[in-house]
Every structure is written in C-alpha cells, then in structure tokens.
C-alpha cells in the first residue's frame, strides 16, 4: 500500500501509522518519523513547492525505496503553506517484515526528501523573511545512500 | 554557379528555422528575482541545452541577470525531472528554475 499527499491542512500520524498496518498479519515493523517545525528563533516559515514535480519526484523515490527493500506500506506526507513553530511538516512511515528494513527505507526516503523534492522554505524572523540555504550535511546524507548503491552493485 | 549561392538556404532542415516554445516556471527566489511565476518564452534554435537557456535568459534584462547571476547554485527541471546542464531542451515542454531544495 502506498499513499503519498501534498497538503496545507495537519496530519495526524498515529492514525496514519494505524492505517498503514489495519487489518494485516505479514507486517512486523512499522516505523513512523515526523518532522516538526522547531522554533529556533523564528516565528513561522512558508513552504513553497511545485506540486506536480514534488508527487513525481517523491513517487520516484519510493519507487527506488521499493526495489532496495521488501516494504509492506509506505506512506508520505509533506505539507506546504505556512507553518508556525510545532506544527508537523512532513511523515514518512514504512512497514515491512523486520525492523531494519522499515528503518532503513524510513532513513533513505527522509534524506532524500530534504535535497530532491522541489519545496523551498522561508522563514520569518522578527521582521524578515528569509529563504533557507540548503545544508551541506544534507547533501552528505544522501551521499552516503549512493555509496552503498554502489557498493552494492 | 549562381545557382549554389541562393539554393544553400533550402539545404538546411526545418527545425534549424523553427522556434521552440516552452514554459518556464520559476520557485523561491528565483521566482521573487525575475518577478513572475511562469512565462512562455520562444528561444532559437542555438539555445541547445538548460546551460545556453541560463545564458539566454540573462540577456534578457536585469531581473534574470540577477536571478541567475550564480548559475552553480541554480537547480532545472525538464518535464518535472531532475536535469543537468548539460541536458538537451529538445522535446521539452515545461522547464523550471530553482535553487537548491529545503523541503522535509
């Protein structure tokens, strides 16, 4: 099962951990990671994306995410819009057999998440607004899916 | 001879003559930069690649001199994939320009 949405409104994700595994016996691990706006100093920030690209862009990714393990489920929700310091932003929550898979798959699609789904966050600070600059770490997580890619070939 | 002269012109093929047109769309501060979200822009036939679209663009007037005056942070999108730019424009329909992404 594979659920992927773009929303303004909230998410609840212990429900949509719930949905992910109602009703199925083959499932043995269900991890679910939330992101959440941290206030940091800012007042809210605005999420901008291009729609059409960002569920191409994710279904490619949890294509990539299926072939390098076994997934039961996979859900992924990004919310755009403007957010306030709490709020959720992003889920992603895999199921499958055994744990390390459902962790691993969780891992993969959130470091790609951040570097390659076109959204673009602006944060307001006292009375500025700022976009945010892409960190260098970022990238370096998603390095490191491709060594292991390679590695693996 | 006289004849080579003027035939020449008739040897080139069609699309060399025919001008691509293609949607841009902007994100971020490309988007504040230039000062609109999409246009529909009609480059000749020597703009090739996302590259020589950057170049062109940037002749185009100060706004997109300024969106692309780092064309090494600059991100492009053909057809809603991930390109390089050293990608070909041929067959393109919708190109977008952004900087790098801060999603999740």
Known sequence: MRTIRLQ???????????NLARGRTDIGA???FTG????????????EHYPEMAEAEIARHVDEAERRWPLLGVTVIHRFG??????????????SAHRGDAFAAAEFLMDYLKTRAPFWKREERGGDTTWV????????AVERWKRRADAAE | MMGFASAQPILRTADEYEEM?????????????????????EPPASVRTVADLVAWLTQRGD?????????????????????RPDAALAGAREIAFFPPMTGG
Request: charged share 30%.
């Open chain 2, 21 to 41: 047109s293609v949607k841009l769309l902007y994100f971020a501060w490309v988007r504040e930069r230039i000062g609109k979200p999409d246009e529909v822009v």
């Open chain 1, 8 to 18: 303004r409104e909230d998410f609840d994700a212990g429900a949509e951990q719930a």
């Open chain 1, 36 to 47: 959440v706006c941290r206030g940091d100093g800012i007042s809210a920030m605005t999420l």
């Open chain 1, 30 to 32: 269900v991890v679910c």
């Open chain 2, 63 to 83: 706004e997109y001199a300024h969106a692309f005056e780092n064309p090494k942070v600059i991100r492009a999108a053909i057809d809603r994939s991930h390109v």
């Open chain 1, 82 to 95: 403007r957010l306030v310091p709490g709020d959720n932003i992003v889920l992603v929550a895999t199921a």
């Open chain 1, 133 to 140: 600059d892409a960190r260098g770490d970022d990238d370096a």
